[in-house]
């Protein structure tokens, strides 16, 4: 079956789910695709539409070829709905919950304008943009969270290894301590509470996100509380931003009513607040409100986003603007990213060098040359 043939009905998305069969019956049960796997997907499909060849016996021999997986399993299934009739659109509409929304929506843009090559290609762009984003992100976390790693596993070496060595070197020859060598020898011997509670907190947070990630209220707690962190906050607010607005123009672009985009590109957002709002902000633009006052009003998007979107609304460059509005985003995300990256790591670096050298040379330095001095002294003990 070739994607020109039966083109869906052109004032609609596509639907093609039989009566009686859940649209998300196959896609809840095994999971979205991964960015790299929709990467893939869009890149075999965009192949075989530009070589003019029958996508279902095409994909078919794809999903043969795979290695079993969320991929493979959608592609054959994709294969299996294009020899059973359906359309393209309407095979992507059956994978809901596997493929996100705004991808069959464009797709049915795509074969809508005869443009679908270059839908394709378009969403290849995103789709590799978005992987580079979440890549930034964790790179940028990954660093300073390896130093902090490194720097908890030198402080327990210090309190569990060797500051009970010394301590028989001191108590054999009894000898006065300071205040910081008693703290510390008192810190190796009761270690769980203060070496507790870094894990402690880590533990909590982690429950905290699973707990809070099975409401809505919950989700959008979590996230005020991650763009209240310095640095963190605010890169991945940048990144999600530049992700809504990227996606909010491409589907603008392809002719995508701006209701149903806005509802597409919130679906697919990790941000809480504009997923959760989605809804709401489509009834507001299907009454006439410009989607600049919509923003405005509701607080979803900076006031700068709310102000360049009406005025892109009014000027007929909509999609334009909200390309270079997330472009803007993705370089502050990139710069929040670097700073992360060259700024962070070497501060911890610091301050644990400066702990730990200070410790040893308070805690353990001043009474081994108190040690020394007494036994060249000869007097052991005072």
């Known amino acids: 079956m070739a994607i020109e043939n039966d083109p869906p009905d052109p004032e609609e998305l596509p639907k093609g789910i039989p009566v009686g069969e859940s649209p998300v019956r196959r896609g809840a049960a095994m999971g979205g695709l991964s960015a790299e796997d929709l990467i893939t997907l869009n890149e075999e499909i965009a192949g075989m539409a530009r070589a003019g060849l029958p996508l279902d016996q095409g994909m078919a021999a794809l999903a043969r070829e795979m290695r079993h997986g969320r991929l493979q399993r959608v592609t054959a299934d994709i294969a299996a709905d294009l020899r059973g009739g359906s359309t393209l659109p309407e095979a992507m509409a059956r994978q809901a919950g596997r493929v996100p929304r705004f991808y069959a929506g464009l797709v049915a843009a795509g074969v809508r304008s ?14 590799r943009t978005l992987a580079d984003l979440r890549s930034l992100i964790l790179g940028a976390l990954f660093y300073p969270a390896m130093v902090m790693l490194l720097a908890f596993t030198l402080f327990c070496f210090v309190f569990f290894y060797l500051i009970p060595q010394y301590e028989e070197i001191f108590n054999s020859f009894r000898i006065k301590l300071p205040l910081i060598t008693e703290i510390m020898i008192d810190i190796s011997h009761h270690p769980i509470p203060v070496f507790g509670l870094p894990l402690g907190l880590v533990a909590a947070l982690v429950f905290a996100r699973i707990g809070m990630g099975r409401s809505g209220k919950g989700r959008r707690a979590w996230t005020r509380f991650v763009y209240g962190v310095p640095l963190v906050g605010t890169l991945m607010r940048s990144a999600r931003l530049a992700a809504f607005t ?20 919130g679906e697919s957002s990790s941000d809480p607040f504009m997923a959760e709002s989605a809804g709401q902000v489509r009834e507001d633009l299907s009454q006439g409100q410009p989607l600049g006052e919509v923003l405005r009003r509701r607080k979803l998007v900076p006031e700068l986003v709310s102000w360049m979107t009406a005025m892109a609304e009014r000027r007929g460059n909509l999609g334009e603007t909200l390309h270079h509005i997330a472009a803007m985003y993705r370089r502050q995300a990139e710069m929040r990213a670097a700073l992360l990256r060259s700024v962070l790591p070497p501060f911890l670096i610091i301050v644990t060098a400066t702990l730990l050298v200070g410790l040893f040379v308070l805690g353990v330095a001043l009474p081994m040359m108190r040690l020394l001095e007494g036994l060249s002294g000869g007097n052991v003990g005072l």
């Open 114 to 127: 005869g443009r679908i090559g270059d839908v394709l290609a378009t969403l290849t762009v995103y789709a």
């Open 246 to 265: 990227d996606l909010l123009g491409i589907l603008v672009d392809h002719g995508t009513p701006l209701p149903d985009a806005f509802v597409m590109a």
